[in-house]
T-cell receptor, first 113, second 115 residues
Framework: DGGITQSPKYLFRKEGQNVTLSCEQN?????MYWYRQDPGQGLRLIYY???????QKGDIAEGYSVSREKKESFPLTVTSAQKNPTAFYLC????????????FGDGTRLSIL | AQSVTQLDSQVPVFEEAPVELRCNYS??????LFWYVQYPNQGLQLLLK??????LVKGINGFEAEFNKSQTSFHLRKPSVHISDTAEYFC?????????????FGRGTQLTVWP
């Protein structure tokens, strides 16, 4: 079945460490997105990518980095510069900017030890 | 940038009662509108969307929503809820003229259905 796979489901990070969240899709979608979800704050856009080897900052990109070397993969690195990284992270994809329908993975919950 | 307001952070309701979850958006330009549902520790699932045409749109699980351009609203309704409808619901909007495909989300409404 086609879909979006995020791994791991739960992730723990020590202070000062970088950590990378994986997002893979087999929907052949061009566009991919990373959101951060905090209780009562909805979803906030971190980064998005419309095509391979291109990506743009969203509303809360500070302390995060991404790459888009392959169409099916859009990993998110949470760096030590992100002072409050504990959150639920959601990856999404769409067939393109004109598609509008975003499909979501099941998320990764990141916690600080 | 768009702003989406979900007026109720929590909505408790008894099973088989009707429910309305309210959503207002800020834009004066043409928009596309969406409702997504999220079950605990899962991603978001599309409930319904308004792209054009009839202002009353029907979605999955018996939900429907009405687009009201003059009031910039897109309220979600269900005439009779079930325990299984307990979840968080997000309203989202996208600008018609945008080439970026961005969605702007509200803060969510937690719907809790009691037996």
């Amino acid at each position: 079945d086609g879909g979006i796979t995020q791994s791991p489901k739960y992730l723990f990070r020590k202070e000062g460490q970088n950590v990378t969240l994986s997002c893979e899709q087999n929907l052949n979608h061009d566009a991919m997105y990373w959101y951060r979800q905090d209780p009562g704050q909805g979803l906030r856009l971190i980064y998005y990518s419309q095509i391979v080897n291109d990506f743009q900052k969203g509303d809360i990109a500070e302390g995060y980095s991404v790459s888009r070397e392959k169409k099916e993969s859009f990993p998110l690195t949470v760096t030590s510069a992100q002072k409050n990284p504990t959150a639920f992270y959601l990856c999404a994809s769409s067939s393109g900017p004109k598609s509008l329908i975003q499909h979501f993975g099941d998320g990764t919950r990141l916690s600080i030890l | 940038a768009q702003s989406v307001t979900q007026l109720d952070s929590q909505v408790p309701v008894f099973e088989e009662a009707p429910v309305e979850l309210r959503c207002n958006y800020s834009s004066s330009v043409s928009v596309y509108l969406f409702w997504y549902v999220q079950y605990p520790n899962q991603g978001l699932q599309l409930l319904l969307k308004y792209l054009s045409g009839s202002t009353l749109v029907k979605g999955i699980n018996g939900f429907e929503a009405e687009f009201n351009k003059s009031q910039t609203s897109f309220h979600l309704r269900k005439p009779s809820v079930h325990i299984s409808d307990t979840a968080e619901y997000f309203c989202a909007v996208s600008d018609r003229g945008s080439t970026l495909g961005r969605l702007y989300f509200g803060r969510g409404t937690q719907l809790t259905v009691w037996p």
